[in-house]
């Protein structure tokens, strides 16, 4: 393939990612106003995320047949067209249900044009240059969802939630348009079986999981509503590994977790999503509801990561390719460790410049491990294999930046409920400190698997 052509075909996916990426996350921001206008508590408001990350994670899986069964190009308009819908939906929402239905439409659009990306992207560059490649994607992947909550601040503060779903509906458009002109077939099909029972089964697992996680907040953690689904999940999983290591052409390939890169990348990315979609949310609540701010000064404090990481993440590839993972690895997760460390010991006096501040230290630790850690777990891939890992992968990060959601936002209102000795603004932020404890403690898992011992390797192996 020319040059030219990768490059149309990655500004389309640059321009494409950022607008479905945004949604990720955009609503945090605009969530406090929301769950007045709607009459909700915010452990059923955190599902506007938590949820659109659980859609986002029982998709991915189907991507990897997808892929194969369909061409390129008619793949990506599907699924910008799907999103376009989910938006649609979202803007003309009367009620919180709809609001909802929307928001699972959207997830299920990005969930197939996230890992469409990547593989197609891990496809068409050499893997010398798949380091750099993907340090430039992070600017969409990594930056988007962390600059999405301040943009959307100043939208909701002078045209109202609704207008975030009309400014991504216009860009959608145009990138449909674009991508009808430029966009390509660069991925092999093959005919494939659809396993219908496997998809069924990981759907039951991943909603299982994150539901049952999701109601700590509603029940008692020793209670039905909590122990049944993730109990259910469990059991979907460990009944959809067995099938898929019977067959020959299976769903969804597991043998590639015996490549010791991918499994470690694949554990490094969980534990990362873990602790950063609990912040995205927690971060926000604090500014807004707890200390009183407007939605447009909650992003502007985010604002000085955002443009850290989306100044770091090319340098990131560039580091990638020259020294491996290592360094990074090491360097981002002490970085986090320390940014939500300090979130533990903030106060109501604490000023938002230094919250700002532990914020960048926490979006430059990000910066030095999203992109690094997929690119490297999915170094050794051959093509047909990449879909499977960008699948499992993609859908795994997303399921435990639900799960990280869905306990962090629970343990901040458990925390907030019991300690009625302090004043409600006090209560308040001393569950926002619990949270961020919470956090701290994931981040230290992420540092030790970051001092596993790594080999560093370049050749392309199945």
């Not at 219908?196 to 209670?223: C, E, Q, R, W």
Request: aromatic residues 10%.
């Amino acid at each position: 393939m020319r040059d030219k052509q990768r490059t149309w075909i990655f500004i389309n996916i640059i321009i494409t990612v950022i607008a479905s990426t945004m949604m990720a996350t955009a609503l945090t921001t605009a969530l406090p106003v929301m769950i007045t206008e709607f009459n909700i508590s915010v452990t059923t408001g955190q599902w506007l995320t938590s949820g659109y990350s659980l859609a986002m994670g029982i998709v991915m899986p189907l991507t990897a047949f997808l892929i194969t069964q369909f061409p390129t190009k008619k793949l990506y308009l599907t699924a910008i067209v799907l999103f376009i819908v989910g938006l649609l939906i979202a803007v003309l929402a009367p009620n919180f249900t709809i609001l909802m239905i929307g928001r699972l439409f959207q997830a299920c659009g990005n969930g197939i044009l996230s890992a469409m990306a990547q593989v197609i992207l891990l496809t068409i560059y050499p893997p010398e240059r798949r380091g750099t490649i993907m340090g430039w994607y992070g600017l969409s992947i990594g930056a988007a969802p962390v600059i999405a909550p301040t943009i959307a601040g100043v939208i909701v503060d002078y045209s109202g939630w609704r207008m975030i779903f009309y400014v991504v509906i216009v860009i959608m458009i145009l990138s449909f348009i674009v991508a009808s002109l430029a966009f390509k077939n660069v991925l092999e099909t093959r005919k494939k079986h659809f396993d219908t029972l496997s998809f069924m089964i990981s759907a039951i697992a991943y909603a299982g999981i994150t539901i049952g996680i999701g109601n700590i907040g509603t029940y008692k953690f020793i209670s039905a509503g909590v122990l049944l689904p993730i109990l259910l999940g469990i059991i979907a999983i460990v009944i959809f590994a067995r099938r898929q290591l019977s067959q020959a052409d299976p769903f969804l390939d597991l043998r590639i977790l015996k490549h010791r890169a991918f499994t470690l990348s694949l554990i490094g990315s969980m534990l990362l999503y873990f602790a950063m979609m609990g912040s995205s949310i927690i971060l926000p609540l604090l500014i807004q509801s707890v200390e009183g701010f407007s939605a447009t000064v909650s992003g502007l404090v985010t604002l000085p990561g955002s443009l850290a990481m989306a100044i770091l993440s090319p340098f990131a590839g560039k580091i990638y390719d020259r020294f491996g993972i290592r360094r990074l690895f090491i360097t981002g997760s002490l970085g986090l460790i320390i940014s939500n460390l300090c979130m533990v010991f903030i106060n109501i006096n604490t000023s938002l410049l230094m919250i700002a501040s532990f914020n960048i230290i926490r979006s430059l630790a990000i910066g030095c491990l999203m992109m690094p850690l997929i690119t490297w777990g999915m170094s050794n891939f051959l093509p047909e294999m990449m879909a499977h890992g960008t699948a499992l992968l993609t859908s795994l990060r997303t399921i435990a930046g639900a799960i990280g959601s869905a306990i962090f936002v629970s343990l901040m209102t458990f925390v907030t409920n019991n300690s009625q000795h302090l004043s409600a603004q006090g209560a308040a932020m001393h569950g926002v400190n619990a949270a961020f404890l919470g956090m701290t403690f994931g981040a230290v898992a992420l540092f030790i698997v970051a001092l596993l011992p790594i080999k560093k390797t370049n050749t392309k192996s199945k």
